[in-house]
């Protein structure tokens, strides 16, 4: 148990450190794009924009007076404004959240390295003890489970299956658009001709 924590105290500290290292490394224009992704997300930008934009509307409307609209209604030079700002803005995070996530997957991979290797120390600690076991003639119930943990695991077959699952839980395109009108058509076989159709109606 002390090993384990230990090991997992060790990775913590080797992601800290990849991470300490990775953020020493950015370039110049990603330290840039995180710093400006941060103040995005403040308030401080939000109220910036809205006391702008705000301003912008009122002068256009001609609510301020002594000042002429330069920018009326509706507004085209605000709106091409904004789809720069929303482009700008966009890249920007993205090339933040590309960074992010380098260093998350390298953080996932090394938290699944670990792992294995935590499986295989157990796997290893069990068929220990089931020697002891053996040595000292230590008759033991015999248990699927126990036999199917001395096994070990398989990791190619594991990840075929998650694939496999996760191809089968994903419907294509072509089974998205024809469902409907196939389930459209089952209802309308279904309901049959009505009492009157085809102009034949029974008379008594």
């Given amino acids: 148990m ?3 924590t230990t090991l997992r105290r060790t990775t913590r500290q080797l992601i800290r450190a990849y991470e300490a290292r990775a ?3 950015r370039p110049f224009a ?3 794009a995180d710093y400006l992704t ?3 997300g403040s308030l ?6 809205l006391i702008v934009f705000g301003t912008w509307i009122g002068v256009n409307a001609g609510l301020v007076p002594g000042v002429a609209p330069f920018d009326p209604f509706p507004f085209i030079l605000l709106t091409m404004l ?3 700002e929303a482009i700008c803005l966009t890249i920007i995070v993205l090339m933040s959240q590309n960074r992010q996530g380098y260093v998350s997957a390298v953080r996932d991979e090394l938290d699944l390295q ?3 290797l935590s499986e295989r120390e157990v796997t290893k600690a069990l068929r220990l003890l089931l020697a002891l076991h053996e040595h000292h003639k230590i008759k033991a119930d015999e248990d699927p489970e126990l036999e199917s943990m001395l096994r070990a695991t398989n990791i190619s077959y594991i990840q075929r299956k998650l694939e496999e699952q996760l191809h089968t839980d994903q419907p294509t395109f072509p089974k998205i658009v024809t469902k409907p009108i196939t389930k459209l058509t089952q209802a309308v076989k279904t309901l049959g ?3 009157n159709g085809g102009g034949k109606s029974k008379t008594h």
């Fill in 114 to 116: 670990v792992n294995l």
């Fill in 38 to 40: 941060t103040y995005f």
């Fill in 30 to 32: 990603i330290r840039v």
């Fill in 82 to 84: 904004l789809s720069v």
């Fill in 23 to 25: 953020l020493k490394k």
């Fill in 193 to 195: 001709p009505t009492k």
């Fill in 2 to 4: 002390a090993d384990n």
């Fill in 44 to 49: 401080e930008f939000l109220f910036l924009n």
